[in-house]
């Protein structure tokens, strides 16, 4: 059988995840493997897996999603602040010269959110802000449909916008961010210091849907926060739709519910007249469904071009 499939790569500090994505976007088989410590290693893993699934498969073309900044008109990973040794790697050549396909290469929450507009919550949006939550906070912006990447290719970076003057020190050594007071580490002492003991996210959501108030309480803390930043987001942009992603997702109605009624007060009101706020839809796998779409995309465009 040979069906004509894209490949949609996430490479992620702990974990790569390779999915086979239709045409239209709709994901038929995915492999995860543990990411290898040495660059040159996670580069040979990817080549002979693509390779065996080109056996099997019509692979047209690839694309890799990286958790770090990356150049993606030419395809160079600028650099990835969990996995060292990737500074200024030019990854599209590489793969390219390696693989004999086409590859497109963006940063991963680009195509978290690449998926999500296409496929997932953001339903008929045209202008859409994608969050994911973890022990980073991350963003995209998809603006007309299409990504939106900046003239340094950094846009979306809500994670480091900062929300106070000299608020705690973030990852980026600045001061104030939005990832310094929601990002997960920061949320596990805000529960530690209200419970008096070590809580994991998950049983903070747990507790939170049991309508335990201490748990609901750490959850409003985030979502004021949050409404912070994404309202200073809603009167800039003006999205139609807001999507949230990432394991903070998971507290559900108490976090949301918050974060609406403080967004819809803090925003100016003809920005939020139409806004829609949604938990993400399509879970872990949105990294490589946005990535193996966007190699579709990809080779329509080059289509296009001839
Ligand atoms: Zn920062």
Redesign the pocket.
Known sequence: MFEEIYLGIDIGGTNIKIGLVSKSGKLLKKFIFPTPKKRADIIDKICSQVNLLKTRFKVKALGIGMPGPVDSINGIVRYLPNLPGWENVKLKAIFEKKLLIPVTVDNDVNFMGLAEYNFGAAGKSRNCVCLTLGTGVGGCLILEGKIYHGSTMNAGEI??MPISIDGPR???K?RG?L??YVGNTRIIALAKKVFKKKVSLEELSIMAKRNNKKAAAVWEQVADYLSVALTSVVNLINPDTIVIGGGVAKSGKVLMSRLKKQIIKRAMKAATKNLKIVFASLGNDSGIIGAGYAASLSTRKNAQKK
Do not use: K, L
């Open positions: 994670g480091h973030c990852g980026c600045a961010c990832e310094a």
